[in-house]
């Protein structure tokens, strides 16, 4: 049920964030502006990806749910009020020297932008950056609403994030504004959106909060074990903004185009990996904490469980978004006549597909970290993820120039290459993680018999939406891409419910 809040908050969210993303594409397609932006999303996001939801949750969860199951509500709550107070600190700080440094961050880690789209990219940062800080500020309140098992709120609130962009997009549009004016209009938005984010969540978070005030930490004991988690957290976290901003820099040295496509194709990739990687890691995660008192058997159940849920939704993910990359991408062309076409799908299709086989591993790795940080090992992760970048990285650059001579769609393809080599690493990591996990967990192994039906399943589904692609007429692109995905999702959900390893209830017909 708490999984089932998560994917619903998530999915609420996630499709605005399809809309958001159907939106910039119609006005800004793939081109030196595209390419801007999501250099500017990137940069800044650094802040959030060392001190946002998943270093947060990992270290704060665990300690702050513990102290409440011990009847020390009022130890928990100075621990929550620490940790708000140091977020704000520090996120704050981090966010103005951003601001601040933004020609000397555009000029290091994009060099290869040329001039135009980097003096936009100067013009993004100061906005984008204070944005950032806000939305860190809010994953503080996600963590107790989690701890608190209020799943939906938290993970719907970012829906508000992109309801803010999507409508300075449109306000501007209608203004008349244009090119850089209408961009800047767009991260204002997301500025905005910030706010709503973690506005929304404050009135929930406070009535669990009676009392808390933000501090520095002083005298609060548990906030050192808080803190100790926290650091091989942010070390593994570093290593993913390494890894982040690595692609910036190389992709910026790539053919125009590059980071735009690789903005379209992540959050298509991502959306699997939120809607039931994350979700059921994060919904795990306070359960986890409380298994660990009940012994190693419960942990290795419930993740044993936890692996089995995530790769029965990840697998026919993976391999739509490999065999059905054109009809996937459809929603980017709902606009009529604007600047994303069938060649700018076509090539965001065959990156998503790089992206994609990489896709299983991604969002089980996210279970099996949640295992290690219930059980009270958050530096295990942390140093798999610095090989897991190194391989990526290493991967990544060795594919990337020979495949920018690679044509798709008009479009250079040399961002399949970063795409591939981050596939690498993202297997790597699930291997590794998997083999040291099973070294301290009795039981069976993490990945079994039922995973192998599901393949078989999916296999038989892909040919149904191949069957159902050819007999449908060449109508709307999101009619015809209807007309494909329906007949997969359906066939491989009828082929599971018969096998009998299906979590979804459907319904029996004539009882």
């Not at 939906?152 to 992109?162: I, R, T």
């Not at 062309?333 to 076509?346: E, H, N």
Request: proline fraction near 5%; include cysteine.
């Amino acid at each position: 049920m708490a999984a089932r809040r998560v994917a619903a908050g998530i999915l609420v969210s996630r499709v605005l964030g399809l809309v958001r993303e159907s939106v910039f594409a119609h006005y800004f397609g793939n081109g030196a502006l595209a390419d801007a932006w999501r250099a500017g999303l990137r940069i800044p996001n650094v802040i959030q990806n060392l001190l946002g939801e998943g270093s947060l949750s990992a270290s704060f969860i665990p300690v702050y749910v513990r102290l409440l199951e011990e009847g020390r509500e009022r130890e928990a709550g100075r621990v929550a009020g620490a940790v708000l107070g140091l977020l704000c600190l520090v996120a704050g700080l981090l966010a103005a020297a951003g601001a601040w440094g933004a020609p000397f961050l555009a000029a290091i880690v994009a060099p290869g932008l040329p001039d135009e789209p980097r003096t936009v990219l100067v013009s993004l940062l100061p906005i984008l950056f204070p944005m950032v800080a806000l939305l860190v500020v809010s994953a503080w309140a996600l963590g107790i609403l989690n701890s608190h098992r209020r799943f939906f709120v938290s993970y719907v609130a970012p829906a508000l994030w992109n309801v803010a962009i999507i409508a300075a997009v449109l306000a501007g549009a209608a203004r008349g504004l244009m090119g850089l004016d209408l961009l800047l209009a767009m991260a204002w938005g997301a500025l905005g959106g910030g706010a709503l984010q973690l506005l929304f969540q404050l009135p929930f978070a406070a009535r669990h909060l009676r009392g808390v005030v933000p501090s520095l930490g002083r005298g609060v004991d548990a906030l050192r074990e808080v803190v100790r988690n926290f650091v091989p957290l942010v070390a593994a976290r570093g290593a993913v903004n390494l890894s982040a901003l690595l692609d910036v820099f190389l992709a910026s040295f790539l053919a125009e185009g590059a980071l735009s496509m690789m903005g379209y194709a992540q959050p298509l990739y991502l959306l699997p990996i939120s809607l039931f990687g994350m979700s059921i890691a994060a919904a795990e995660l306070p359960e986890l904490a409380r298994d660990r008192v009940a012994g190693l058997d419960a942990v290795g159940r419930r993740t044993r469980d936890a692996v089995t849920r995530v790769l029965f939704w990840l697998i026919p993910s993976a391999i739509g978004y490999v065999f059905f990359g054109d009809e996937v991408t459809a929603f980017l062309r709902v606009l009529p006549s604007g600047a994303f076409g069938a060649g700018d799908a076509a090539a965001v299709g065959m990156l998503l597909a790089a992206y994609a086989v990489g896709l299983p591993a991604s969002g089980t790795s996210r279970v099996i970290s949640s295992a290690f940080y219930a059980l009270g090992d958050p530096r295990t992760p942390a140093r798999i993820a610095y090989l897991r970048i190194t391989v990526s990285a290493l991967a990544g650059v060795a594919l990337m120039f020979p495949l920018d001579r690679w044509i798709v769609g008009g479009f250079a393809m040399g961002a399949a290459g970063l795409a591939l080599g981050s596939t690498a690493g993202a297997w790597l990591e699930l291997y590794l993680l998997g083999r040291r996990l099973g070294q301290r967990l009795p039981g069976s192994a993490l990945i079994g018999g039922p995973v192998r039906r599901c393949l078989a399943a999916a296999a038989v589904a892909t040919l149904a939406g191949f069957g159902a692609g050819a007999l449908a007429p060449a109508v709307h692109p999101l009619v015809s891409a209807a007309a494909v995905l329906l007949p997969f999702g359906l066939t491989y959900l009828a082929i599971t419910a018969a096998m009998g390893i299906s979590p979804v209830k459907l319904p029996r017909w004539g009882r």
